[in-house]
């Protein structure tokens, strides 16, 4: 069983950035694919970002290349997502996600989900 907890959201201003964060519970995360989700008001949860275990393979979804950043620290537990250049439309509720293949992350689906961490950026 892995838990998962999102930290770093909030309410900013286009083009500024945001780090989130989430810890993950249990002796295993190093074995575990991560990834990102988002969800928007009235829209289906869409992938943004996932990371293999060792950090070697990293997808992300077309419209954050570039501005998103997903990275590990098997040390700590920890993933991230470095957001920068955020526009209205990254204006979500942001999910950590954890599976033992990356692919079905890709995919949209995952073995085990967080809470949630509200990221609203205005114009």
């Known amino acids: 069983q892995v838990q998962l907890v999102e930290s770093g959201g909030g309410s900013v201003q286009a083009g500024d950035s945001l780090r989130l964060s989430c810890a993950a519970s249990?002796?295993?995360?190093?074995?575990?694919?991560m990834g990102w989700f988002r969800q928007a008001p009235g829209k289906e949860r869409e992938f943004v970002a996932a990371?293999?275990?060792?950090?070697?393979?990293?997808y992300y979804t077309n419209s954050v290349k570039g501005r998103f950043t997903i990275s590990r620290d098997n040390a700590k537990n920890t993933v991230y997502l470095q957001m920068n250049s955020l526009k209205p439309e990254d204006t979500a509720v942001y999910y950590c996600?954890?599976?033992?293949?990356?692919?079905?992350?890709?995919?949209?689906?995952?073995?085990?989900w967080g809470q949630g961490t509200q990221v609203t950026v205005s114009s």
């Open positions: 996600a954890a599976s033992r293949v990356i692919a079905t992350i890709k995919e949209g689906y995952s073995d085990y």
């Open positions: 990371i293999s275990p060792n950090s070697m393979i990293i």
């Open positions: 249990g002796r295993t995360f190093s074995i575990y694919a």
